[in-house]
């Protein structure tokens, strides 16, 4: 990757952590996502420009607010830290303008993971626009293979919603959120119907290992508790779209 390369990504990509993280505090309050100013969490202050550089500024401040110099915590640099990971993961992999297909991608389900999991909620306004664009990005750079990759936006809803009616029938209480079957399709219409299998099977091993380090650290676990499997669909849908479905080698 040559230098302008990269300190475009690095600048792009902390840009927009920084905007995955408003939206992953607002998103599911309802509160204004561009229109209202950043503000202290602590004494209402609004934060000037200088003190919303992603990463440096809380690193100047050491964290604090400039005006009642109460702790921010780390909750917005790790989400810009994270962001330009996504980024620079997606760059050992696929080149080009793809390279920034892959991006949007991987930043749209970092948002999604981290709302499902602290709300166990998928917005539609995240959800809902993967589908065509996984559609538009297929017709670009797969168009061969547009009909599986339309075929995998229909396969992936409507095998969640059939599972999650049978649940429903069978213990009488949701199983599957509405928003997991449109993330699915989301995810679908990307990595096409031949992909949807490893990323169930991934999300699936996924929550089990997590649940499994949970009981194994003393947490009392039941069949009612809450899992945000979104959460797991989305790291699972960006580990297919990067490098394919799972394969059995001979």
């Given at each position: 990757?040559?230098?302008?390369?990269?300190?475009?990504l690095?600048?792009?990509?902390?840009?927009?952590?920084?905007?995955?993280?408003?939206?992953?505090?607002?998103?599911?309050?309802h509160?204004p996502?561009?229109?209202?100013?950043?503000?202290?969490?602590?004494c209402?202050?609004?934060?000037?420009?200088?003190?919303?550089?992603?990463?440096?500024?809380?690193?100047?401040?050491?964290?604090?607010?400039?005006?009642?110099?109460?702790?921010?915590?780390?909750?917005?640099?790790?989400?810009?830290?994270a962001?330009?990971?996504?980024?620079?993961?997606?760059?050992?992999?696929?080149?080009?303008?793809?390279?920034?297909?892959?991006?949007?991608?991987?930043?749209?389900?970092?948002?999604?993971?981290?709302?499902?999991?602290?709300?166990?909620?998928?917005?539609?306004?995240?959800?809902?626009?993967?589908?065509?664009?996984?559609?538009?990005?297929?017709?670009?750079?797969?168009r061969?293979?547009?009909?599986?990759?339309?075929?995998?936006?229909?396969?992936?809803?409507?095998?969640?919603?059939?599972?999650?009616?049978?649940?429903?029938s069978?213990?009488?209480?949701?199983?599957?959120?509405?928003?997991?079957?449109?993330?699915?399709?989301?995810?679908?219409?990307?990595?096409?119907?031949?992909g949807?299998?490893?990323?169930?099977?991934?999300?699936?091993i996924?929550?089990?290992?997590?649940?499994s380090?949970?009981?194994?650290?003393?947490?009392r676990?039941?069949?009612?508790?809450?899992i945000?499997?979104?959460?797991?669909?989305?790291i699972?849908?960006?580990i297919v779209?990067?490098?394919?479905?799972?394969?059995?080698n001979?």
């Open positions: 990757m040559d230098l302008p390369l990269l300190a475009t690095l600048l792009v990509s902390a840009v927009v952590g920084s905007f995955v993280g408003t939206l992953v505090v607002r998103l599911p309050a509160h996502v561009v229109m209202d100013r950043s503000r202290c969490p602590a209402d202050t609004q934060l000037r420009v200088a003190e919303l550089v992603p990463i440096l500024s809380w690193l100047i401040l050491r964290g604090r607010c400039r005006t009642c110099h109460q702790r921010i915590g780390t909750f917005y640099p790790l989400i810009e830290g962001a330009i990971g996504v980024a620079f993961w997606a760059a050992t992999v696929v080149t080009g303008w793809a390279l920034w297909a892959s991006c949007i991608f991987g930043w749209s389900l970092l948002a999604l993971a981290l709302i499902d999991w602290r709300h166990r909620l998928l917005p539609d306004k995240l959800t809902l626009p993967l589908l065509p664009a996984g559609l538009g990005i297929a017709f670009l750079i797969d061969q293979n547009l009909a599986a990759h339309a075929l995998g936006a229909v396969s992936g809803f409507l095998s969640f919603a059939a599972i999650a009616a049978a649940y429903r069978w213990r009488g209480r949701e199983g599957l959120g509405g928003g997991d079957f449109k993330l699915f399709g989301g995810i679908g219409a990307w990595v096409g119907w031949d949807l299998p490893s990323v169930v099977l991934i999300a699936s996924s929550a089990l290992g997590v649940s380090l949970e009981w194994a650290r003393g947490r676990l039941s069949l009612s508790d809450e945000p499997f979104g959460s797991y669909l989305s699972a849908g960006w779209w990067l490098y394919g479905p799972l394969t059995l001979r």
